[in-house]
């Protein structure tokens, strides 16, 4: 552990520190999820509060619970060689620094949510971000294997957020956004713990391959992944979208299933990080096709 050297650092190092501890790229990817829920809750323009308040106070709750997740794991990031580097773990900022930066963080998000848009959004928004921050953190990922498939259902829950920011209601097409992050989160994060399987041993966290070793770990992404295959159909089936949308998650989840398979089958060393960064993509592109088979009825009128 290092010595904190906040104020030996230049401004923009600091704030570069600061903004490590939110996340960004996690913050982006559920701040996209909660727009495309809001987008699709609207059958034309949506609501301007909604959308800009809405997820800028979800984007908010997220930054939060990451900074709240560094404090609380900075043991653990110490011992992996992945986080080491990590602000606390290396020193760069403080504990009390940390815990103040999430306050307002928290505080900010809520008011946002609570006062600009809806308090049913403010509440959801909350109970996910102690879902993340505090539940799966602190209890679900060191007591549990499948820590990550439990614990998952915060992370799933933007879409949610961000489509009753525009209805004040929790609707059924919703939750079906909420099931398919739910269904792709283990195969998304179990390739990351193959692959870094060493890292969560040395640190004593039971994540799926330390406890169930690396062969059950690659079956269960692969059955997951075709769980996945069959939910993301669902949208069409349910006549929440249509051809367009069909066709690009029959070729996204092709490519899923071949990636998942050839973890399945070889032992090649970079595949697991191959399929982490590849179901990030995946879960990008199904919901821009969500989003553009919504709005292509609308552009050809």
């Not at 996209?32 to 984007?59: C, D, E, K, R, Y």
């Not at 909350?126 to 549990?144: C, D, E, N, P, Q």
């Not at 269904?183 to 193959?194: G, R, S, V, Y």
């Not at 990080?273 to 096709?289: C, E, G, K, N, Q």
């Amino acid at each position: 552990m290092g010595t904190p050297s906040h104020y030996a650092l230049p401004a923009p190092a600091v704030w570069r520190r600061y903004l490590e501890l939110t996340k960004p790229k996690v913050v982006a990817l559920i701040t996209f999820t909660a727009i495309v829920g809001t987008l699709l809750a609207s059958p034309g323009v949506p609501p301007l509060p909604a959308l800009v308040w809405g997820n800028l106070g979800i984007a908010l709750a997220a930054a939060c619970a990451a900074t709240i997740n560094h404090v609380l794991d900075q043991r653990i990031d110490a011992q992996m060689t992945r986080t080491r580097a990590r602000p606390l773990p290396s020193g760069s900022l403080t504990e009390a620094h940390a815990l103040a930066f999430a306050a307002v963080l928290g505080v900010t998000a809520m008011a946002i949510l609570a006062f600009l848009v809806n308090l049913l959004t403010a509440v959801l928004t909350f109970a996910s971000l102690i879902g993340y921050a505090v539940v799966y953190t602190l209890w679900l990922k060191r007591a549990t294997s499948q820590n990550i498939v439990i614990g998952g259902a915060a992370g799933a829950a933007p879409p949610v957020l961000g489509w009753a920011a525009v209805t004040n209601s929790v609707d059924p097409n919703a939750l079906l956004l909420f099931l398919i992050i739910f269904i792709w989160t283990p195969p998304h994060f179990w390739a990351l713990a193959i692959a870094r399987r060493e890292d969560y041993a040395r640190a004593g966290i039971p994540m799926l391959p330390v406890t169930h070793g690396v062969d059950h770990t690659r079956l269960q992404v692969l059955l997951y992944t075709v769980l996945l295959t069959l939910v993301t159909l669902m949208p069409f089936l349910t006549h929440m979208s249509g051809l367009l949308y069909l066709a690009a998650a029959l070729v996204l989840n092709a490519g899923f299933i071949y990636y998942a398979l050839a973890l399945k089958i070889t032992a090649r060393e970079e595949l697991p990080m191959r399929v982490f960064h590849f179901s990030v993509r995946y879960l990008m592109w199904l919901f821009a096709a969500l989003l553009v088979d919504h709005y292509l009825p609308v552009l050809r009128r």
